[in-house]
């Protein structure tokens, strides 16, 4: 028998059976109750029958006037529209995956549109990445010639709160530090919460290659010593250096970190150096190897504050119980032999 004869036939007023669910009479009860969308019963127009598909318009009734955003609406407004159907173990049912015309080219349009983000997406991953592998081959492009940036021996009195360095090209800032007089000689010296000095943050604005090197004394057993800290105001800490209160030390870059094996004693002076490069990172604790990490790393120019002695994004908690003397920061690739210096 014809389906569209069968389904005439079983065409009643209300029906109220799965069986007697055909596309001349499409309703809605609870049993196929849309929870957004409720059909009006009656309302429902066989359009078109092929083979085992059909395609129904009926009324979807949307309210108007909520009481409140989405609930309790004052009236309702009949909107045509078309539903689907298939015909399957012996029963007309809600085709759940084939849609009707106009969603098929709404699909349609929606999937155009997501290729192109797509494709978007991807030319500028790719647009990045490669601006980004030119940035890192002309940051390493500078570690062919090993060559002092900056020094602070910090053995005389600063002019004010600002100390020239030894190239007469940059400005540190005392906040709260000061020099002090030693056996050992002048050197800078932190003593309190919140004590710190300012360096200008382009002494490490992408460096691929570098050293960092000073004598250090912890000042107490117990203090963590913020040494230098690279940060992105108010989010991360780019590059870091310090001592933790068991004498660890502790030196971190673009987040890849490594720890000392030694531990550093109280009131005693170290020469210690920091190491990065292509090859990774290194840690060098009076002329002597201490730790490695096989990681290609840099310092590049998103942290724009550069502090000694405390975290610069926990300023007012934040302090250290150290000494220090001629710090020097150098770019491109030494070989070991000026490590011990």
Partial sequence: MPLNVEAARAAKDYPTYAKDFTPENFYCTSVY??????????SAKNESIDGANAVVVANVRE??????????????TNVPTRIMM??????????????????AKVLEAREVAINKEREAIARYQAERALAEQKQLETIYSHCTNFHLVVRWKFDREPAGEKIKDETGAFTAELLGAHIVDLPEGKALQFQAVSEAVRLPEEILNNRGCGMITFRFRR????????????????????????????????????????????????QKFYQLTFVWNRNGMR????????????????????ATKTEMGRDPNDALKTGSGMTIQDLRIYEGVADESAFAQ
Avoid: C, H, M
Avoid at 35 to 42: A, H, V
Avoid at 86 to 103: A, H, N, Q, R, S
Avoid at 251 to 265: E, H, I, P, T, Y
């Fill in 219 to 266: 000042d107490d057993a117990e203090t963590q010593d913020r040494i230098l800290y690279k940060v992105l105001p108010g989010v991360f800490s780019e590059t870091g250096i310090e001592v933790g209160g068991d004498g660890r030390v502790y030196f971190s870059v673009q987040r890849n970190s490594l720890a000392s094996k030694s531990l550093l004693d109280p």
């Fill in 86 to 103: 298939v015909f399957e173990d012996g029963t007309w049912k809600l085709d759940l995956i084939k849609p009707t015309p106009e969603v």
């Fill in 283 to 302: 840690i060098y604790i009076d002329g002597k190897l201490d730790a490695t990490l096989e990681r290609p790393v840099y310092t590049s120019a998103r």
């Fill in 63 to 76: 309210g108007k006037n909520e009481l409140i955003p989405g609930f309790f609406p004052l009236t309702f």
């Fill in 33 to 42: 109750a849309n929870r957004y969308l409720t059909f009006t019963r009656g």
